[in-house]
């Protein structure tokens, strides 16, 4: 295997050592030596992608037609080093290296003639917004997955099986879950969870309610809720009972 680089690409090096050295100033520098994250301030980040715009190397491994250079893997390889080396900034990823190659794909001519430039030039910042722990997409997972130790009991407990302490692993997950799942149920109301409905139970109510009817069970649901890891036996006996017997510990 030949890891050397050739003539054009060492050249390509030193034009890249170049606009660097000519391009990332102290102050830049010296703000990117004290930033701790691996995404820079945007001050930071956007001065960096304004010097790489003006040369034409902020996306150069779009396609040159959309404002790329079509890099081999080589000088890509060869731009990273050097700028790292050096200390540059990093620029905000979110629209280069994620939404705009997927534009690019997938996007319409309409899509890539508004956005790709507007990313280019830094006009448009890109943010990606996904799944936070404990959030719809999680739990919806945790629910697939009880469900499917439901059904796993179900088959043992017909085959006359003992399912021992996965009943212990289901209260535990179950309490878990619900309590999760009224969470969200609060903070989807937002501002609404804070009208607490004294009178009880709700649904004799013979006023009107302050809060539409869907959202009124939510708070008390959520407080109720605080109940399902105590009663029938605490999660920390059911952990206790799911080391001993299951884990062996
Ligand atoms: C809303 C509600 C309704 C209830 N309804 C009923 C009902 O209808 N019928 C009924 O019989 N009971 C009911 N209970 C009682 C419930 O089952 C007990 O509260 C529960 O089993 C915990 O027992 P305890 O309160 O004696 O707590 P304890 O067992 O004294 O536990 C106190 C704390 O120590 C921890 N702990 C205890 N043992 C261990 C251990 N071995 N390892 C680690 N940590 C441990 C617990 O997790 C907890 O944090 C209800 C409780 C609530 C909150």
Redesign the pocket.
Known sequence: MDLSFTDAERAFQVEVRHFVAKHLTPELKRAQDLTPSVFSEPEISDAWHQALHQRGWVAPAWPTEHGGYDWSPAQRWIFETECARAGAPSISPMGVRMVGPVIIRFGSQLQKDFYLPRILSGEHIWCQGYSEPARISDIEIDIDALEMTELRVMSALQSGENPGAISSLLKLRTSEIRQAVTRLGVEVIGQHALVCEPRRPLYRLNEPAILPEPELPLLPEFLNGR?YT????????QR?IIAKLMLGL
């Open positions: 109940a105590i009663f029938g036996g605490t999660s920390e006996v206790d």
